[in-house]
């Protein structure tokens, strides 16, 4: 009886983080360059029980093994804003922290200029470099896009399409997913290389999440914790019958 208590239990948990995944998707259906999610489940465990020929597998539960992304792209969405970029095909745009000199990769062209300060070359009477300021691309949270080179790009006509580098791996499979729609690949997927995809100005690409898509699972999700539920309340009340009997 413990056994049947433990499966509902655990099963209304891993139902309850599968509806997680799935409301994440919803809330990100007008993000631009999201990606949505999908729960992966697994059995938790089996066992072996003795039948008259044959030994029979017992499941015990099933868990949440991993959540994987859906990098198939979104639709289009034509802005008409000049720092606006898409890309048309496969790719990511680079993205550098300078003060921590991580780069992540996203699909989000929704681009900015930010201040920049770099030396000028030359020195002032007490011999320190003079800075000069410049405005170079942006995700206006800190963090700067990397040209075809490799090195920031410095916005002087915003109106310009500018050299913004398009960057891709052999394999998606087990990149993390970090917040604001960046990504951070990982040893299996290879190395780095330019890009195929086209840049295209003045367009953003929309969710791939589907609203219809997501609703069912809800309804599945929801349907599906519920019975789990009901597992646990019916394993409760027999244990309680059983130990009445005693």
């Known amino acids: 009886m413990n056994q049947s208590f433990y499966t509902g239990a655990v099963g209304a948990q891993q139902h309850l983080r599968h509806l997680n995944v799935v409301s994440n998707n919803i809330a990100n259906i007008n993000t631009y360059g999201f ?7 697994s059995a938790l465990m089996y066992q072996n029980m003795r039948a008259v020929e044959d030994p029979v597998l017992a499941g015990v539960g099933g868990r949440v093994q991993m ?7 979104g639709g289009v969405a034509d802005t008409g804003r000049s720092m606006d970029y898409m ?18 990769y996203t699909r989000d062209g929704s681009f900015t200029k930010s201040e920049y300060l770099r030396d000028s070359g030359e020195v002032d009477e007490a011999g320190e470099p003079i800075l000069e300021k410049v405005y170079c691309l942006s995700d206006g949270n800190g963090r700067f896009v990397l040209s075809r080179e490799g090195g920031l790009i410095e916005v002087d006509d915003p109106q310009e399409t500018l050299p913004i580098g398009i960057f891709d791996y052999g394999n998606y499979d087990g990149m993390t997913k970090l917040g604001e729609n960046r990504f951070l690949p990982i040893e299996k997927n290879g190395n780095l290389w ?3 995809g086209k840049l295209v100005q003045g367009a953003l690409e929309l969710s791939n999440a589907d609203l219809s898509d997501e609703l069912t699972k809800v309804i599945e999700a929801q349907r599906a914790y519920g019975l789990a539920l009901k597992v646990v309340q019916t ?9 009445g009997l005693r």
């Not at 959540?67 to 792209?73: A, D, G, K, L, Y």
């Not at 394993?235 to 130990?243: G, Q």
């Open 35 to 41: 990606k949505a999610e999908r729960a992966q489940f």
């Open 67 to 73: 959540t994987s992304t859906n990098f198939h792209p």
């Open 87 to 104: 890309i048309e095909g496969d790719g990511f745009f680079a993205l550098v922290d300078l003060g921590t000199g991580e780069v992540t």
């Open 194 to 196: 330019i890009g195929t």
């Open 235 to 243: 394993s409760d009340e027999i244990e309680t019958v059983i130990n």
